[in-house]
């Protein structure tokens, strides 16, 4: 499996001819759609989901079925569920958006885990009770820190770890985050800039 990494939470799967791509939101290269043959969203928020991308894309797109998302045709799934898409077998997990303050926001999040190789938790910490190889861990957010990142690899003992959400870190910031986490995550943790991709599997 090819993973391709673009600006923000956006990562494109690739394999056998087959496209699934993650959370194309605002920042999101539009190429990054080119050829999808399907689409999964974690949550509702602009940063994950920007629909102007995915107008007109005539391929399925999976949702959480309580997000509040209107404007496109979506296929709703629950947490749990086991689904096919573009070819690939995917598994919800999770259940609701990490809380930045008092609460808020509250709103569904859906983590999915396609061929039980790859997780993908969008803005949740959420640790699946399955082994996954490659884990793309949330780095910088207005719900986390740091530290929590780096609990979450390693509750989860993945071979591999990948970063996203990490748009709004300037190039002073995204060295040390890499630094953290690649000296205390307990894995093989590597940097990928937008465009660049990496073989698993």
Known sequence: MRITKYTHACVRLARDGRVLV??????????????ADAVLVTHEHNDHLELDLLAGLEVPI?????????????????SGQEFEAA?????AV???HAFIYDGQPDCANLGYVVDDAVYHPGDSLHVPDRPVDTVLVPVHGSWMK??????????????????????QLHDRGI???NAWLSSRGGTDYR?????ESATVG
């Open 87 to 91: 070819g690939f077998r995917v598994r």
């Open 22 to 35: 993650i959370d194309p939101g605002c920042w999101t290269e539009p190429e990054a759609l080119d050829g």
């Open 175 to 177: 060295p040390g985050a």
């Open 62 to 78: 999976f949702a959480p079925a309580e997000a509040a998302i209107t404007g496109i045709d979506l296929v709703r799934v629950t």
């Open 146 to 167: 740091i530290g929590e990142a780096i609990d979450f690899v390693r509750a989860i003992g993945p071979d591999r770890a990948f970063p996203i959400h990490d748009a």
């Open 94 to 96: 999770g259940a609701r």
């Open 191 to 195: 940097y990928l800039a937008p465009g």
